[in-house]
């Protein structure tokens, strides 16, 4: 029996771990499978070691990192001393996930990244960690295979996960009807994020955004995503007293029948450029945080429309270009600038065109089940 361990560190890995962890299940039903992980994870048949939800944080704090440390001491025994399996799945997460390979190093267990840190983007220097302590790298950028080639590193281009995993868009008649919105008007959605100190910090910016455009132009709606694993709580404290229409747990759905959108930078941004969505993306933290970041960042662009096409199809309001006039008035252009708008999405279609039609997980389980013959 084949026995494998996988480690994820947030909800969208979890996602993905539980694709390929159910397609490994499909292709070797006696497989073992255990690891750190979710629902997802979960329900694709492993068997959790612990939830990772107290893993995913925004900046850092002692409190944050004494429990990752104990954490990655305690799993890395575990692994090492009772499971012992034949192969170990890092999902995302790189910092912890590395950490984690480099006390697995030498000790006959082989270590697949999938996922792999965004070395490209900043801390390059984290490829030499990549090098000397995971055996393959399992990628979803295709620009990513050259680099890894050319530090000597075993690399396989997988395919983006969302490719297949993107839902078809919504009926938009029905999705309007169901939220009670009017098909009519058009439709501005606002994604601001999904860590409660992300909404601290682009909360009330956003919220006063869409206020002051609903101002000027009454016959914008909006709707504000919440995303499913942000309590009530944490979001009704920055967001849900606002008036404004909140929708939980259809994140692709509340993507595919917008007008326009506001996001907070992340995978959401791929997300909405598959659906060929026009948008703005805005982004602040703590002034200590971001200037550490320009310090080692490798590249200037931050949303992945983006990066990945090399253009500058997306207005980035990062950090002083945060504020409510630069929103309203980039949100303007995109639906009343028909021009811009029609030229937007046309752009936005050359994302899709970048990446492959590869089946990721496929890809990523295949390679497991080559090493583990």
Known sequence: MKKVFIITGEYSGDIHAGCVAEILKNRLPDIEIEGIGGENLQKAGAKLFCDHSKMSGFGFSL????????????VSEYILNSYKPDLVLLVDYGTFNLRVAKRLKGHGIKVFHYIPPQVWASRKWRIKGIKK?????????????????????NVHYCGHPLIKQLQEKADKKDFFERHGLDIKRPLVSIFPGS????????????????????????DIQFCISQAPNLSNNVFDKYIRNSDFKVIKGENQALLSVSDSLILASGTVALEAALYQVPMIIGYKGPWVLYFAYLLLRCIKKVSLPNIITGMDIVPELIQAKFNVENICYETEKLLYNKKYREETIEKLGKVREKLSDKFSAEEAAG?????LN
């Open 367 to 371: 390679e497991i089940i080559k090493a």
């Open 195 to 218: 860590r409660p100190l992300e909404l601290q910090f682009f909360g009330k910016t956003f919220i006063n955004s869409a206020k002051k455009l609903q101002k000027l132009h009454p």
């Open 133 to 153: 302590y995971v055996d393959e790298v399992l990628c979803i950028f295709p620009f990513e295979t050259e680099m890894y080639r050319e530090y000597g590193i």
């Open 63 to 74: 409190k944050m990192a004494v429990e990752h440390l104990a954490l990655e001491k305690k």
